[in-house]
C-alpha cells in the first residue's frame, strides 16, 4: 500500500504508520498470536464494505442495499464451514472476546457455571479472569495440568469438578499451552453432566485446518470460538463454529443443544453488537480461502517444525521450557529456573535487540502477573515471513546471547553493555532483512 492520501491528508496519522511498517519490517516477532495478512486481505480489511450498514444475517437484514454484503458474507460463512467441517458458522463477532461472550450470552444465565482452564496453566482472560465483567456474571471454575513437566491435563480432577460443579459449559482452550488436548474426554465428560463441549481455539485454528492440530469437533465438541487473526492469517476478528442448522432466527428458541446455532446468531445480533464489520468479514473471506490451499498446509506444517527446532535450541542452550518443550506454535520458557531473571526484564532486555514476545506466567506463579517467571514465544509470524530451520537455530543463538549479556549483570551494569546488545541488534536486522513481509 503506498498510502498516498493519508501522506497528504493527515501527515501525523501517515507516520504512525510509516513508522510501525518499519518497525515490523525490521523486527523479529514472536508473539505467538501475532501474524502478518497477505495483500489480498489486506485490500478486503481496506475495502469500501466499511461503509455499508448490514444489521441482520444474510437475506434477513434490516437495511437495503444488500446484495453484495449478502455474497460476501455467504462466502464467508461456507468457506468457514467446510474448513472447520461444521454446520454453522457465525462470522459477525468483532474479535475473539466477543466470539466467547456470544456463547456465553446464548447459552448461560447470570450465575451459571463455566468449567475452564486455570490462567497460569494457559487459559485465557476471556475463560473468566478475576478482572473481566463475565467473571462478575458467571462462576468460572478451573482445570489444571497434572504433570507441568508433560503438560497433560488432569482429566480425572477435569471429571470431579464438572460432577461436583455442574458447569453449564466446559471450555477447552488455551493462549499458553504448549500441548494438544484429549478432546475426545473433555466432550465425554461434559456429555456426562449435560454441559456444552466449547473449544476456544483462537491460537491454533490455523493449524486445525491444515490438518496439523486435532479438530475438537471430530471429538464431539458442540461449539467452537477462534479469532481470524492468529494462525490463521486473517484481519483482526472472531467466529462461532457449530453443529446444527439453524431453525428460526426470528423466535427465541428453547435451550438444548440442537438450538445453539440458532441461539448463538440471536445471541450475537440483536443481543450483544450492531451492525457487522463488513469489510472484516469480507477479509476473513479472503483468509479462509487462503487456507485452503496447500500452499497453507505447507505453511501451518513449517510453523510446527520451526516451534520445534527453536524449542529444542533453547533447551540445548540451557534455557528450561515448561512441559520439556511444543508440540504446536508456541513455547513458554521459565526464566526465574533458566536464567534467575524474571519474564518483564527478558522481555525488555529482547525488545531492545529487536525481538517481540511477552511476558508471561508459568504454572502456579509465585511471581505477581506484572512481573512473572517467563515468557512466551511462537513461530506464526516469522514462518510467514519465510523462514526456517536455520533461522530458528540462530534466532535461539540470538536469544541465548541477548540473555547472557545480562545474566548475572546488575542492571545498571547494562549501559556498559550496550556494545554488546547492539551488535545482536544489527545481526537481528540483518536476518529481517532477508525475509521480508507479504504485505509491504
Ligand atoms: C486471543 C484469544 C482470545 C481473544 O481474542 P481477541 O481478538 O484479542 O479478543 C480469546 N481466547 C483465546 C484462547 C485467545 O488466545
Known amino acids: 500500500m503506498n498510502y498516498e492520501f493519508l501522506k497528504n491528508e493527515d501527515p501525523d496519522v501517515y507516520r504512525t504508520i510509516a513508522g510501525e511498517q518499519k518497525r515490523e519490517a525490521e523486527g523479529l516477532e514472536l508473539i505467538p498470536s501475532e501474524n502478518y495478512v497477505s495483500?489480498?486481505?489486506?485490500?478486503?480489511?481496506?475495502?469500501?464494505?466499511?461503509?455499508?450498514?448490514?444489521?441482520?444475517?444474510?437475506?434477513?437484514?434490516?437495511?437495503?442495499?444488500?446484495?453484495?454484503?449478502?455474497?460476501?458474507?455467504?462466502?464467508?460463512?461456507?468457506?468457514?464451514?467446510?474448513?472447520?467441517?461444521?454446520?454453522?458458522?457465525?462470522?459477525?463477532?468483532?474479535?475473539?472476546?466477543?466470539?466467547?461472550?456470544?456463547?456465553f450470552a446464548a447459552w448461560l444465565e447470570p450465575g451459571d457455571t463455566v468449567l475452564g482452564m486455570d490462567l497460569s496453566h494457559g487459559g485465557h482472560l476471556t475463560h473468566g479472569a478475576p478482572v473481566t465483567f463475565a467473571a462478575k456474571i458467571f462462576n468460572f471454575v478451573r482445570y489444571k495440568m497434572k504433570d507441568v513437566e508433560t503438560g497433560e491435563i488432569d482429566y480425572d480432577e477435569l471429571r470431579e469438578l464438572a460432577l461436583k460443579h455442574k458447569p453449564k459449559i466446559i471450555l477447552a482452550g488455551f493462549s499458553a499451552y504448549p500441548r494438544e488436548y484429549?478432546?475426545?474426554?473433555?466432550?465425554?465428560?461434559?456429555?456426562?453432566?449435560?454441559?456444552?463441549?466449547?473449544?476456544?481455539?483462537?491460537?491454533?485454528?490455523?493449524?486445525?485446518?491444515?490438518?496439523?492440530?486435532?479438530?475438537?469437533?471430530?471429538?464431539?465438541?458442540?461449539?467452537?470460538?477462534?479469532?481470524?487473526?492468529?494462525?490463521?492469517?486473517?484481519?483482526?476478528?472472531?467466529?462461532?463454529?457449530?453443529?446444527?442448522?439453524?431453525?428460526?432466527?426470528?423466535?427465541?428458541?428453547?435451550?438444548?443443544?440442537?438450538?445453539?446455532?440458532?441461539?448463538?446468531?440471536?445471541?450475537?445480533?440483536?443481543?450483544?453488537?450492531?451492525?457487522?464489520?463488513?469489510?472484516?468479514?469480507?477479509?476473513?473471506?479472503?483468509?479462509?480461502?487462503?487456507a485452503a490451499t496447500p500452499e497453507f498446509r505447507s505453511y501451518a506444517r513449517q510453523i510446527l517444525v520451526n516451534a520445534k527446532t527453536l524449542a529444542d535450541a533453547l533447551m540445548a542452550g540451557g534455557a528450561k521450557l515448561v512441559t520439556n518443550g511444543t508440540d504446536n506454535h508456541l513455547m513458554l520458557v521459565d526464566c526465574m529456573r533458566?536464567?534467575?531473571?524474571?519474564?518483564?526484564?527478558?522481555?525488555?532486555?529482547?525488545?531492545?535487540?529487536?525481538?517481540?514476545?511477552?511476558?508471561?506466567?508459568?504454572?502456579?506463579?509465585?511471581?505477581?502477573?506484572?512481573?512473572?517467571?517467563?515468557?512466551?514465544?511462537?513461530?506464526?509470524?516469522?514462518?510467514?515471513?519465510?523462514?526456517?530451520?536455520?533461522?530458528?537455530?540462530?534466532?535461539?543463538?540470538?536469544?541465548?546471547?541477548t540473555v547472557k549479556i545480562a545474566e548475572g549483570a546488575p542492571r545498571e551494569a547494562l549501559k556498559e553493555r550496550s556494545g554488546e546488545l547492539k551488535k545482536v541488534h544489527s545481526d537481528v536486522k540483518a536476518l529481517c532483512a532477508r525475509f521480508p513481509i507479504p504485505s509491504m
Not at 77 to 89: M, P, S, T, Y
Not at 182 to 193: G, L, M, P, S
Not at 362 to 369: A, H, I
Open 338 to 401: 533458566s536464567w534467575g531473571l524474571d519474564g518483564k526484564v527478558v522481555e525488555e532486555l529482547l525488545d531492545s535487540v529487536g525481538i517481540t514476545l511477552n511476558k508471561n506466567a508459568v504454572p502456579d506463579d509465585v511471581n505477581p502477573p506484572f512481573r512473572p517467571s517467563g515468557i512466551r514465544l511462537g513461530t506464526p509470524a516469522c514462518t510467514t515471513r519465510g523462514m526456517k530451520e536455520v533461522e530458528m537455530e540462530k534466532i535461539a543463538e540470538l536469544i541465548l546471547q
Open 182 to 290: 484429549d478432546y475426545a474426554k473433555f466432550a465425554e465428560i461434559a456429555n456426562e453432566v449435560g454441559a456444552v463441549a466449547m473449544a476456544d481455539m483462537a491460537h491454533i485454528a490455523g493449524l486445525i485446518v491444515a490438518g496439523v492440530a486435532k479438530n475438537p469437533f471430530d471429538y464431539g465438541f458442540h461449539v467452537m470460538t477462534t479469532t481470524t487473526h492468529k494462525t490463521l492469517r486473517g484481519p483482526r476478528g472472531g467466529m462461532i463454529l457449530s453443529r446444527g442448522e439453524v431453525s428460526s432466527p426470528l423466535k427465541a428458541p428453547a435451550k438444548t443443544i440442537e438450538n445453539l446455532p440458532t441461539l448463538i446468531d440471536r445471541a450475537v445480533f440483536p443481543g450483544m453488537q450492531g451492525g457487522p464489520h463488513m469489510h472484516q468479514i469480507a477479509a476473513t473471506a479472503v483468509c479462509l480461502a487462503e
Open 39 to 103: 495483500p489480498a486481505v489486506q485490500e478486503a480489511l481496506g475495502s469500501i464494505f466499511t461503509n455499508k450498514y448490514a444489521e441482520g444475517f444474510p437475506g434477513k437484514r434490516y437495511y437495503g442495499g444488500q446484495r453484495f454484503t449478502d455474497e460476501v458474507e455467504s462466502l464467508a460463512i461456507e468457506r468457514a464451514k467446510e474448513l472447520f467441517h461444521c454446520d454453522h458458522a457465525n462470522v459477525q463477532p468483532l474479535s475473539g472476546a466477543p466470539a466467547n461472550w456470544g456463547v
